[in-house]
């Protein structure tokens, strides 16, 4: 018993020993996972700008090459959006310049970069892709710049990633998940802005007015060639910033800056261009045809779907202002109706300015201790404040990051080339049932239909009356299947002779050129907002049956007939009807 005993007692001692061993490796386990866990947050903590531009290039390199390994562009909404990019774009690639041979509100820099892709003789699909990536590693020293002097810990990460997002994605916002190149530019401005917004508001750690003025410069002057609005909405709470904190050295580099880009356009449009551009603004914003892509602007900033963030957005400047941050609270006092109004100049209504916002207002936090007259904690209001924006953000945010990656597991079957008669360009593809499946909507209460007596409280408006020589067209309008009513029309007009002409469509695409041989018509307007643009230089007049819009038709329709020109029918099938409009 005894020498059992003492055998049981050393197999004991022994399990004991090992059991003390192994929890000494978990501990030192732990420990050194401890270690490298604090390492690595201190590591991301401290951000060094090579990390930081390291990240950004492997997100470049993920959002870019996903949606390159797909082979083309399969997009799954906005297919007339789409085409009036193509249309744009291929102007540019043939040495075209907007406003002076087109009109179009949308500045040089919107589509500029796709085109110099095209040039280059990439496919209009795959050349997207390389513009996205292009403009994403421009900006990325810019925003590796802004992240390290302005934002602090983990926030500097998400600040500078969701930046490269902007750039990269393939839809516009929203948590739609249909895949879209449609408004990319809005996209690009806000990642611009982004940039812009925290370099003048935010005190930087130590004055670089060379940098700083530099990528402002650059910045607004981006934004003048891309989308004249959001430098109405932005410049005055920039400017008061900067002159709140009288950087000087940084308003003079910036001014330089912008006029070098001035200079530069100046040279190489000539200075017509920008009486030109400011002519197609001025048009637009006088346009009936569309006032307005969206909800009104006191919806924008009142509306139940938005109001929750006009709060927010206020409380950030209250609680800036009593936490002593006088002048990001007056600059953001100023900054927060511009915000609103790009928001209700941009189809969609989507406020992409939540996460800047966020993001700015947890960087501003004063210290624990700073409360207002009623006694509430500044900091936690910050900081709820930001959660808020943070949340209402968060769905529009990832539809933007993982859009590529839908785009690589999308499916290809059942797609078509959206620009049938371009085969250079059958990379951009879409749905056939969305592309050649014509679907109307046509009035239902017209005389004969069995419901005119119900005809008068449909209030149908006059502005959607089209009227051709006396003769009223009737109230239709083409829901989907655009492909299929050029593809079928220049099918017609080459049978019928009238191939190579220069055509004007009364509606508010003039495609033609996409989808035969048919030259575009100088000084018409890739999407119609109102007059008769490229009237001179057009050969014949192609008024629809059922039109893409029937109040662009109506309009159009209206001002031939006010312009006094002498009209001829030429042609009528199902489809369309000619006219020859010659000058009186």
Known sequence: MGILSGQCGGKMENQADNQGMIGQGEKAIDSSAMRLARGLLRRLAEARPADLAAVLLLVVAAMGGAALAKGGFYIGKHEGDTLQLADIVLRIARGEWPHL?????????????????????????????????????????????????????????????????????????????????????????????????????????????????????????????????????????????????????????????????????????????????????????ASPIRPQPGQSFWSVAAAPEFLTATMALLAVVIFLRQSERLTEGLAMMALAPGLIYIVFQNYGNDPQWLILVALLALALRPGPERVNELGWNLRQGLGLAS????????????????????????????????????????????????????????????????????????????????????????????????????????????AAGFGGKRILAADLFSLFWLFGDYPPVKGAAPWYYGGLPGIENTDYIFVPICPIAKNVRATMLKALADSKRQITIVRRTPIYILLEAKAP
Request: contains cysteine; charged residues 10%; hydrophobic residues 55%.
């Open 101 to 285: 041979d087109f009109m179009t509100p949308i500045g040089f820099l919107a589509m500029a970069p796709i085109a110099l892709f095209v040039k280059l003789g990439a496919g209009i699909g795959h050349a997207i892709f390389y513009a996205q990536i292009m403009v994403a590693l421009i900006l990325l020293p810019a925003a590796v710049h802004v992240a390290v002097t302005r934002f602090a810990g983990g926030w500097r990460w998400l600040y500078a990633v969701f930046v490269m997002v902007l750039c990269l994605a393939l839809v516009h916002g929203e948590t739609e998940v249909s895949l879209s190149i449609s408004m990319h530019y809005n996209r690009w401005a806000w990642a611009i802005a982004y940039l812009a917004v925290p370099l003048a508001v935010m005190a930087p750690p130590r004055e670089r007015a060379g940098v700083e003025g530099l990528i402002l410069g650059l910045g607004i002057a981006a934004l003048v060639l891309i989308k004249a609005t959001y430098v109405v909405a932005l410049a005055p709470g920039l400017l008061i910033a900067l002159v709140a904190r009288r950087r000087w050295g940084v308003v003079a580099v910036a001014t330089l800056a912008g006029l070098a880009v001035a200079a530069v356009m100046t040279m190489a449009a000539g200075f017509s261009f920008w009486t030109a551009y400011l002519h197609d603004l001025q048009v637009v914003a």
């Open 387 to 494: 959660v808020v924006l943070l949340t209402l953000g968060a769905g529009s945010a990832l539809n933007l990051a993982y859009s590529p990656l839908r785009h690589l597991g999308a499916s290809t079957k059942n797609t078509r080339p959206l620009i049938a008669g371009l085969p250079q360009h059958h990379d951009i593809l879409a749905q056939k049932v969305r592309v050649y499946a014509v679907n109307n909507s046509v009035a239902g209460d017209l005389p004969g239909s069995g419901f005119e007596a119900y005809a008068a409280d449909a209030e149908r408006s006059e502005k959607d009356k089209a009227v051709l020589l006396g003769e009223t067209l009737p109230i239709c309008e083409q829901q989907t299947g655009m492909s299929s009513l050029f593809g079928a029309a220049v099918k017609d007009l080459d």
